[in-house]
Nanobody
Framework: VQLVESGGGLVQPGGSLRLSCAAS????????MSWYRQAPGKERELVAA????????KYADSVKGRFTISRDNAKNTVYLQMKRLKPEDTAVYYC???????WGQGTQVTVSS
């Protein structure tokens, strides 16, 4: 099983990033997928989640209206489009297949001028 995140980096406040997570080794289309994040000194938190067929989504209040989660089951990939980024969005972002408990290695997002 592998979940490989990409797309993180350094961005200025107000900027955008798109995270991708390529999955392999399990039946990706069968599971809800989520993005979590953890900032230094803070608890890990759920950012967004998407149902297995991609119809139902949910978001943390702090990112509603700015982040969009999506998935392409044909490509075994889940995405997180992040817009109007704020310094408080700085964290390591993890791709998660919740039910089987699979986590990626994380990708760093830093929002700073």
């Amino acid at each position: 099983v592998q979940l490989v995140e990409s797309g993180g980096g350094l961005v200025q406040p107000g900027g955008s990033l798109r995270l991708s997570c390529a999955a392999s080794g399990f039946t990706f289309s069968s599971y809800e997928m989520s993005w979590y994040r953890q900032a230094p000194g803070k608890e890990r938190e759920l950012v967004a989640a998407i149902a297995s067929v991609g119809v139902s989504t949910k978001y943390a209040d702090s990112v509603k209206g700015r982040f969009t989660i999506s998935r392409d089951n044909a490509k075994n990939t889940v995405y997180l489009q992040m817009k109007r980024l704020k310094p408080e969005d700085t964290a390591v972002y993890y791709c998660v297949a919740v039910t089987p408990g699979y986590w990626g290695q994380g990708t760093q997002v830093t929002v700073s001028s």
